[in-house]
């Protein structure tokens, strides 16, 4: 499939994208969307995606595999896992996407166990087909949207929520210690992450753990999925929505968060969340 960015085709819709939250899940995003010709760039979610297709497709690269989600299926990412998301279809796509914290999907996990969790619930790496389930999330997320009932709303998310658990999720994942490479590629992430707005060179990176720019660059890269720079944008931009959330403005998150400025730092957060820290603020 050709990328959406090269199609001659005019949309045959204008693009919307709403950002909202809601008492009733007070934890979590929420996204009603359409899409044509806007493309995510590889990026990744401290908490889960659980996207609901409504009509058309989308297409994202995740876990090294290409996978498309067409109406009625759910695409669902696990925490700090990089992905896309494009079109799969001439029409574009449109979805409902829940963006649930790790600690909500722990707690909902945790009360269908009846004990603490190890770990994080893990959801499919594949595209998953459920017709109720994926009827029974937008009817959740459209109650959530309206606002009418809280009471209503919230029964629905979590019942909604706790059935993607009880019918798909998969035991937490044993996380090794790491070792060797792996080790190293972790120190750089403390490394990056301690200090947002500290210039910081590749040299004086690689340095840190022993190794050439060219070596550290290349063991980064296999360890996370992304270059060094292109993770602390991400990482960046996560630590800018509570921010956001708190009612700072794009230009002082952007300067908080350590970008160069705020065009810098609007066109790398529209590229992932899919609007403007303006737009994403107001909900």
Not at 50 to 56: K, S, Y
Not at 188 to 195: G, N, P, V, W, Y
Not at 234 to 242: F, I, K
Request: with cysteine.
């Amino acid at each position: 499939m050709r990328p959406a960015q090269h199609d001659p085709c005019p949309p045959p819709f204008r693009e919307q994208a709403r950002f909202f939250r809601s008492p009733a899940l007070p934890e979590a995003e929420l996204l009603t969307a359409r899409y044509y010709s806007h493309t995510f760039a590889p990026h990744w979610h401290e908490g889960y995606v659980v996207g609901v297709i409504t009509a058309g497709a989308e297409g994202y690269r995740y876990r090294g595999a290409q996978h498309v989600a067409g109406a009625g299926a759910l695409a669902c990412i696990n925490p700090d896992e990089i992905h896309t998301g494009q079109r799969a279809d001439d029409s574009g796509w449109a979805y409902r996407v829940f963006y649930p914290s790790a600690g909500t999907m722990q707690g909902l996990a945790r009360c269908l166990r009846g004990r603490p969790c190890a770990g994080l619930p893990r959801l499919p790496h594949a595209v998953i087909h459920d017709r109720l389930l994926a009827t029974t999330l937008a009817r959740a997320h459209q109650l959530l949207e309206a606002g009418l009932d809280v009471l209503e709303a919230q029964t629905a998310a979590l019942a909604a929520l706790t059935a993607l658990l009880t019918r798909h999720a998969q035991e937490p994942e044993a996380a090794p210690p790491p070792r060797g490479e792996s080790a190293r590629a972790e120190a750089m992430r403390q490394r990056l992450a301690a200090d947002l707005a500290e210039p910081l060179t590749l040299d004086e990176l690689a340095a840190s753990v022993g190794l050439s720019a060219f070596h550290a660059a290349r063991l980064f890269a296999r360890e996370t999925g992304l270059p060094p720079h292109a993770w602390r944008n991400q990482l960046r931009l996560n630590r800018s929505l509570p921010l956001l959330r708190a009612g700072a403005s794009a230009g002082e998150a952007a300067a908080a968060c350590g970008f160069a400025d705020q065009s810098h730092f609007t066109r790398h957060f529209r590229r992932t969340f899919g609007v403007t820290p303006g737009r994403w603020r107001a909900a």
